[in-house]
């Protein structure tokens, strides 16, 4: 686990080769086909040394959500283990590790008539007066949520509206979990958030230098996609795609794509810092690899 540029898949590829893990993708831009430059999916010659599962599994136009992705997770978990293999989770989705581990609250089923309502009224007032209610009735909630996340505020305002009760409160009740393995947790991030800026700043660039604008060019281009997606709303894809509209200049979707992936990374490390039975290891740290292996290996049955 970790933020965005820490490292991650680097070192879970080396983990690879050392340990029999095959690794299972905790990420929910990877999950879409096509977006491949922008969220920093595994080269082909990653791929080949280190699969990835849960990578390429939906259309930009499809949602997926956390249930989803514990169905999916656990499956190919239970595979992984009928061989004999070590299931490596590896991404920075932190509402997916939190619905693995956990399990999903019974939240009510969506009522269409109070959606449209709440878009109506974002439609009038703008997203940050709906986020600024949300604040009202669930701070934790609203402090997890981006004001630019229109599909989870209005979730959390419509399961606020239907239940009387704030979406944090239901997420903190106790849920029929049951997993049948133990869980190790390994969090690799940088101690000085500087050096997490520049290296930010650094992917971002690269990003583009190898077709990112293209490649969302490409996706712009289909017809059937909209800024509102949650493929969309990828951070670095609303920005570009932003640019595309003419909303902004070039040098604007720059500054704008790594002030957002800053952001993202500072909620990241929100949600780390309340996960328990972790171990944190230093991201910059050249004895990373041979500290994490030890680390696991005192941590086995």
Not at 68 to 89: H, N, T, V, W, Y
Not at 168 to 189: M, Q, Y
Not at 242 to 260: C, F, P, Q, R, S
Request: with cysteine; glycine share 6%.
């Amino acid at each position: 686990m970790g933020p965005t540029a820490s490292g991650k898949t680097e070192l879970a590829v080396q983990l690879v080769q050392e340990l029999p893990c095959d690794i299972i993708s905790v990420d929910s831009a990877l999950v879409y086909r096509g977006m491949d430059i922008g969220t920093a999916k595994p080269d082909a010659d990653t791929l080949a040394i280190a699969p990835h599962r849960l990578i390429d599994i939906c259309d930009p136009s499809e949602a997926f959500s956390v249930s989803q992705f514990r169905d999916a997770a656990l499956k190919e978990i239970g595979e992984i283990q009928s061989r004999g293999r070590i299931p490596l989770l590896v991404g920075g989705t932190m509402l997916y590790y939190r619905g693995l581990e956990h399990g999903l609250s019974p939240l009510p089923s969506a009522d269409p008539e109070v959606r449209a309502r709440l878009e109506a009224e974002a439609e009038e007032l703008g997203w940050q007066s709906l986020h600024d209610r949300l604040a009202a009735v669930d701070p934790e909630a609203a402090a997890r949520i981006h004001v630019n996340d229109p599909q989870r505020i209005q979730r959390a305002l419509e399961v606020f509206e239907l239940t009387g009760e704030p979406m944090s409160v239901w997420f903190g009740r106790e849920t029929d979990n049951h997993l049948p393995f133990r869980i190790v947790k390994a969090v690799i991030a940088p101690e000085d958030r500087a050096v997490l800026h520049q290296r930010i700043e650094k992917r971002f660039h690269s990003m583009l230098d190898q077709g990112f604008v293209k490649e969302v060019e490409g996706l712009y281009q289909r017809g059937n996609l909209h800024s509102d997606l949650p493929s969309m709303r990828a951070v670095g894809y609303r920005q570009v795609w932003n640019y595309l509209a003419g909303a902004d200049d070039y040098a604007t979707m720059v500054e704008k794509g790594i002030i957002a992936t800053r952001q993202f990374a500072k909620r990241q490390f929100t949600w780390l810092r309340g996960e328990q039975e972790e171990c944190r290891f230093e991201a910059t740290d050249a004895e990373i690899l041979p500290k994490v292996l030890k680390y696991l290996a005192s941590s086995a049955i």
